[in-house]
């Protein structure tokens, strides 16, 4: 079954209301109108029956029937009936008068043969208890076919308006819906090849302002992921691309004539500082891929930040002093974490600063507790990191020096982007800043409970 459309939908809710609403108003006028027309017939039969009283206060005299001839004559569709205190029937104004009427006092309402009455039931002498009873009728036959005349006018103008409101509603509802199409327009042509499409934000209701601002910041973030990944292929292409070669090249010439042993010793011994970079740019790549789909599970110990970190300072403190670089380490402080990554992401840091530090510059290394966190900083003395860079320091092989270096095991511009999942796995952040001679890279983890 095809389902219904929004446009729709809001037209038929539209309607409902007004029918809902025109037909609640209907009835309360309906309403209204039967109590007035109710109280109307109370007023007339009450000083109908002020006059009759007043005509037959002397049953005995002779002009009494005669006054009260008079007093029915005044109102053609007023009826009387007069019955003893015993209940037998006195009087009759009319042949038209039913037989059986309510004997209750005061007003109610009866139909005969069609005709609608209204019934006044009183004593002709209120003080005596063995009063005869008066009984009025007022023929309200006209009042009734008012109020069905209303009442089919009213089931008329709640159709109607329904049906009025059903269609200004799927015309207002496809005017107002104008902006989701446009929506869905943009949608239909977004693909690979084509991400530069934007909502008009500022053209858009209030309503749809914000969606829109998501739906641009969704394309945005699409644009700039398949930019990223055609940037990808084309840096693994490049990577692969200066070892492959060199392997060919070295194998090819080795080849072109016999050699002694040692030369061939030689060339596989090239070849295999190759492959064995290549094997390590692969697993690089594997680790962010287990990183991106969530398949890196740390182990949990209780580590000291101090300890491996002055380990760390240790291993590369011969680097550090042929390069006349100042290492030290500020803090202390323990946290739960896997020790192998911990120990890869601060290597990838510490190896980082040193390359970038200038001869008797500084690599100092900040351990701070926090009260929901621990922030560790790794920073070094240098030239600073334009702004415009910082945010692309952790893009994979992105290197913020434009020499590239190919062929370099050390430098394949895997080693931020590691340590970036590697804090993410560990449910912490990483960001870099550069001010004042100094670059620093901040890593935020959350303290163990």
């Not at 049953?59 to 029915?72: F, P, T, V, Y």
């Not at 190759?274 to 991106?292: F, G, H, I, R, T």
């Amino acid at each position: 079954m095809r389902r219904m459309s929004l446009g729709s939908r809001l037209a038929l809710l539209f309607a409902a209301c007004t029918a809902v609403v025109s037909l609640f108003a209907g009835v309360l006028f309906s309403r209204a109108s039967e109590a007035h027309f109710v109280e109307l017939d109370q007023q007339l039969l009450d000083g109908k029956l002020i006059g009759l009283r007043r005509a037959l206060q002397d049953l005995q005299s002779n002009d009494s029937e005669i006054k009260l001839a008079e007093e029915l004559s005044r109102q053609a569709d007023l009826s009387l009936r007069i019955t003893g205190s015993d209940g037998r029937r006195w009087y009759d104004s009319s042949t038209s008068v039913p037989d059986k009427l309510p004997q209750q006092s005061g007003l109610s309402t009866i139909n005969n043969n069609g005709t609608d009455y209204r019934v006044l039931n009183a004593p002709l002498f209120p003080d005596k208890p063995d009063s005869p009873q008066l009984t009025l009728l007022l023929d309200i036959t006209h009042h009734q076919h008012f109020l069905q005349r209303m009442q089919h006018l009213i089931w008329l103008t709640v159709g109607l308006s329904a049906l009025a409101t059903a269609l200004l509603g799927a015309w207002a509802a496809r005017s107002g819906l104008r902006p989701l199409r446009r929506m869905s327009a943009v949608a239909r042509g977004v693909s690979a090849q084509s991400l530069n499409a934007r909502l008009p934000e500022e053209h858009m209701p209030p309503e749809l302002a914000e969606m829109a601002h998501h739906f641009n910041a969704m394309l945005g973030r699409l644009d700039d992921s398949f930019q990223r990944l055609s940037a990808f292929s084309a840096d693994i292409a490049h990577e692969l691309r200066t070892p492959l070669s060199n392997l060919l090249t070295h194998t090819q010439v080795t080849l072109t004539r016999p050699r002694p042993l040692e030369d061939y010793r030689e060339a596989l011994h090239s070849n295999l500082e190759e492959l064995q970079w290549m094997a390590q740019l692969v697993n690089d790549m594997l680790y962010l891929a287990k990183s991106d789909h969530g398949l890196l599970v740390p182990m949990r110990e209780t580590l000291d930040l101090a300890a491996e970190t002055d380990l760390l300072l240790e291993f590369f403190a011969p680097l550090a002093e042929d390069a006349q670089v100042k290492l030290s380490r500020e803090g202390d402080a323990r946290i739960e974490g896997d020790r192998s990554m911990l120990r890869r992401a601060l290597s990838n840091l510490l190896d980082n600063a040193l390359r970038f530090t200038p001869i008797a510059g500084e690599v100092r290394v900040r351990i701070l507790e926090q009260p929901n966190a621990l922030r560790l900083t790794v920073e070094n003395t240098g030239e600073p990191i334009s702004e415009d860079l910082l945010p692309r320091l952790f893009d994979r092989f992105y290197r913020a020096d434009p020499a590239r270096r190919e062929g370099s095991s050390e430098h394949a511009g895997l080693g931020l982007a590691i340590t970036q999942s590697i804090i993410r796995t560990h449910g912490g952040q990483i960001h870099c800043e550069s001010d004042n001679g100094w670059t620093r890279f901040v890593i935020e983890l959350p303290k163990k409970d």
